[in-house]
């Protein structure tokens, strides 16, 4: 019998600024020579909403603090398998909201480096993401 498969929640933001722009982040990943583009956001800790860990994984990586958040687009699967040696293979799941930021500043984690993309643009790149959502691409696409 199949075991049942464990989940992390987490939060992604699709910034939008007054242009219509999206915010991606570049991550690179040293360790294991990876790099791909991502939306702001990451993994609720313990005793948090979705909005909070939203809130504070945004002001982490990027710096914004007058994120404003939107529609929430639900939660969806995400193609990730976490590695936690105590769970076994872990899934992820995404809550995903639509934000906006006039927040030009930025100050990213040692690891990113952040852009400002034509919604075309953040798509086709998340599309080489291995961990986007497809209900996020394309609400960035609608």
């Given at each position: 019998?199949?075991?049942?498969m464990?989940?992390?929640?987490?939060?992604k933001?699709?910034?939008?600024?007054?242009?219509?722009?999206?915010?991606?982040?570049?991550?690179?990943?040293?360790?294991?020579?990876?790099?791909y583009?991502?939306?702001?956001?990451?993994?609720?800790?313990?005793?948090?909403?979705?909005?909070?860990?939203?809130?504070?994984?945004v002001?982490?990586?990027?710096?914004?603090?007058?994120?404003?958040?939107?529609?929430?687009?639900?939660?969806?699967?995400?193609?990730?398998?976490?590695?936690?040696?105590?769970?076994?293979?872990?899934?992820?799941?995404?809550?995903?909201?639509?934000?906006?930021?006039?927040?030009?500043?930025?100050?990213?984690?040692?690891?990113?480096?952040?852009?400002?993309?034509?919604?075309?643009?953040?798509?086709?790149?998340?599309?080489?993401?291995?961990?986007?959502?497809?209900?996020?691409?394309?609400?960035?696409?609608?």
């Amino acid at each position: 019998m199949a075991q049942d498969m464990r989940y992390c929640v987490g939060a992604k933001a699709i910034i939008e600024d007054e242009r219509g722009r999206i915010l991606l982040l570049h991550i690179a990943r040293p360790q294991t020579a990876e790099h791909y583009w991502d939306l702001p956001g990451g993994r609720v800790q313990e005793g948090e909403s979705t909005v909070e860990a939203l809130r504070r994984e945004v002001a982490e990586e990027t710096g914004i603090r007058d994120m404003v958040i939107g529609q929430s687009l639900g939660i969806m699967m995400t193609p990730a398998r976490l590695s936690l040696p105590a769970e076994g293979p872990t899934g992820l799941l995404f809550a995903g909201y639509k934000c906006r930021s006039q927040t030009y500043n930025l100050r990213t984690e040692p690891n990113m480096r952040s852009q400002w993309c034509e919604r075309a643009t953040a798509a086709k790149l998340l599309r080489t993401s291995p961990n986007i959502p497809m209900e996020l691409i394309a609400a960035i696409e609608s």
